[in-house]
């Protein structure tokens, strides 16, 4: 089961690397990063419950999602992977999911990998 997450702490969270994310500041902590990393990937699973989908930005957090064939043991049925950087854009709108896959920064196997109707989580003000 996964915990509820706070939204304004999850605001908090991205707010911490935002400046990071625009490009006008240094590369936020190792603790900024993992925070909001694993914050956002926790919302997401709140909003989309389930366990088809495995959510992994590695080393920091990964999460199961999206309703669908239970997944028990070994490489689950669904993955989608990708780096705290690109995960953070997604989850902001500075990067689109059709452009991520493509590129690479996204990589998905798997059925009901699409994620883009419940990106972006949160806008940067």
């Known amino acids: 089961m ?3 997450q706070d939204p304004a702490l999850t ?7 935002a400046g990071w994310l625009e490009g006008g500041a240094a590369e936020p902590s190792r603790s900024e990063l993992a925070n909001a990393c694993r914050r956002t990937a ?3 699973a709140e909003e989309l419950p389930g366990h088809s989908v495995e959510l ?3 080393p920091f957090v990964a999460v199961q999602c999206v309703e669908g064939p239970v997944h028990t043991r070994g ?3 669904a993955v989608v992977e990708t780096d705290a950087q690109s995960w953070l854009e997604l989850v902001v709108g500075d990067l ?14 798997g059925q009901r990998t699409d994620l883009s ?3 972006p989580l949160a806008a940067l003000p």
């Open 56 to 58: 992994r930005v590695p």
């Open 117 to 119: 109707a419940h990106l």
């Open 11 to 17: 605001r908090e969270a991205i707010q911490q690397v």
């Open 75 to 77: 490489t689950p049925p």
């Open 2 to 4: 996964v915990q509820k």
């Open 96 to 109: 689109g999911w059709a452009e991520a896959v493509s590129s690479g920064r996204v990589r998905v196997s």
């Open 42 to 44: 926790r919302t997401l």
